[in-house]
Each structure stands twice: as structure tokens, then as C-alpha cells.
């Protein structure tokens, strides 16, 4: 069964590339075929591209960090750590929406099992002076896979995260709490609580040692069931 996913989130840093990456890890391990993309990159130092979460999604791929692979995983690069518009401004470029979106949804066209893009910060990240995140997916018309935390404040935000999504009619495939480096209450309390709100399936992830551990993610194999 052919799956394509777009990976957003509640805010920046809450795991997407960490989660991305795993599910890469998992689907290779059930002999899947998988591609995976990360067509908007901020904070990205050519001089050290492992760094980056492209060159993290390039080694879940196995593939190595080379200038055609960089090009292909992350065609729109900027070097200021911020929001995509305001990132290009600082080097007087832009994001050209309309040729992400092309990007985007040739890249899911592959033959591969399993095609994922990772979004960049948050799911209203602005992309440029009209168009969010948002939009982006909307376009891209592939079911989300929402990445959220169990810091405080993230029922708020997945709930306000969701209900922009189901404004736009966009499917959420499944919800992933991946559990935050402080939580004031435990991963299946944030789980209880979330799922009195919403019926959408729901996948604890529990915070590894390390931000390298995402060869060994068992919580997401029932999304590739
Ligand atoms: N489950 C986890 N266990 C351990 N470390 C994690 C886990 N999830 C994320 N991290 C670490 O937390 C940091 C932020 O995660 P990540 O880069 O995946 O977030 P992101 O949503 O992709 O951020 P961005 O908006 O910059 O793309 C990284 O250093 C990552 O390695
Ligand atoms: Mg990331």
C-alpha cells in the first residue's frame, strides 16, 4: 500500500525531523520503499550540511550528504535560523510558492511505498508575504501527520493546530505526541487528555537519551501497518 504523509507540527522543534527520520528508519526495516523530503530549510550552513535537518534526513535515507542530494532533499536553502519569508529576506530571495508546490507534489509521485515531506516550523509558518505552511499543504493534498509535545500548553496547540487543518478540510492521519524534553505531566496523561478531545488515532513517542536515537522509533510502525 502506497503511503505519502506530510509531517508538520505545533511549532519549531518539537520533533519533526527526528520523527521523519524514524519513520524512514521503520519503513526500510519492513523492506519498504522510501523517499523522503525537506523542500524548505532554514538555518542551513553549506559548510556543514550533517548539521542541518536535511543532512539527518539525507543519513535516515542513507544517502550521503552530497551537493546533488542536498539540492534534491532541500531545493530552497537559507542560511538565517528563522521563518522561511523572513529567512529569503535577509537574502534579498524569496520562496516561489507556486514552484514549491510543483515540487512538492512531483515529489510525491515517486513509485516509492512510502513518501514523506517534512514542512518547516509550525503549520502557519510563513512562507513567504501570502502564503503559510497552510497553504502549502493544502496544495500538496497529502494527510498530515501532526507532530506535537507534552510541554505545557500543547493541548492548546494541537487543538488550534487541528482545527486550522479541518478548516481547510485537510486529513490528519494520525497525531504523534512526541514527548518533550520537560513535561509537567506524564506522555499517556497528555494522551488521556488529548483523546478526550478528538477520536484521531494517537501515537506516544517517549523522549530517547539522545536526538540520534531514531533508528529504533517501534511506536510509529502501526502508522506503516
Ligand atoms: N523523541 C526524541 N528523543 C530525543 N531527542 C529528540 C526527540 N525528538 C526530537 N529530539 C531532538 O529535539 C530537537 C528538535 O527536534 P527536531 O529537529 O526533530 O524538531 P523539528 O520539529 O524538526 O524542528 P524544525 O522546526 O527546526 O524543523 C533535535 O535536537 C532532536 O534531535
Ligand atoms: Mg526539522
Request: net charge negative; no cysteine; proline share 6%.
Amino acid at each position: 500500500m502506497n503511503q505519502r504523509f506530510f509531517v508538520t507540527a505545533t511549532g519549531t522543534g518539537i520533533g519533526k525531523s527526528f520523527i521523519t527520520a524514524a519513520l524512514v528508519r521503520q519503513a526500510k526495516g519492513m523492506w519498504r520503499s522510501v523517499s523522503a523530503f525537506k523542500p524548505v530549510v532554514t538555518g542551513f550552513d553549506p559548510e556543514t550540511p550533517d548539521d542541518s535537518d536535511t543532512g539527518l534526513l539525507l543519513r535516515s535515507l542513507e544517502q550521503d550528504s552530497t551537493p546533488e542530494n542536498i539540492d534534491r532533499m532541500s531545493p530552497w536553502r537559507f542560511k538565517a535560523a528563522l521563518a522561511p519569508a523572513m529567512a529569503a529576506l535577509q537574502e534579498l530571495r524569496e520562496v516561489d510558492f507556486e514552484a514549491l508546490v510543483v515540487h512538492s507534489r512531483g515529489a510525491m509521485l515517486a513509485p516509492d511505498e512510502l513518501i514523506l515531506i517534512e514542512g518547516v516550523g509550525g503549520v502557519m509558518v510563513p512562507l513567504d508575504e501570502t502564503h503559510t505552511v497552510l497553504d502549502w499543504i493544502e496544495r500538496v493534498e497529502a494527510p498530515v501527520l501532526l507532530v506535537t509535545g507534552s510541554y505545557l500548553g500543547t493541548i492548546s496547540h494541537t487543538l488550534t493546530a487541528m482545527a486550522v487543518l479541518q478548516q481547510r478540510h485537510i486529513p490528519i492521519h494520525a497525531i504523534i505526541i512526541n514527548e518533550s524534553e520537560e513535561s509537567p505531566v506524564s506522555l499517556q496523561d497528555t494522551r488521556d487528555e488529548l483523546s478526550r478531545w478528538t477520536r484521531l488515532p494517537i501515537i506516544p513517542v517517549t523522549r530517547r537519551k539522545s536526538g540520534e536515537d531514531w533508528q529504533d522509533v517501534k511506536e510509529l510502525r502501526s502508522l506503516l501497518a
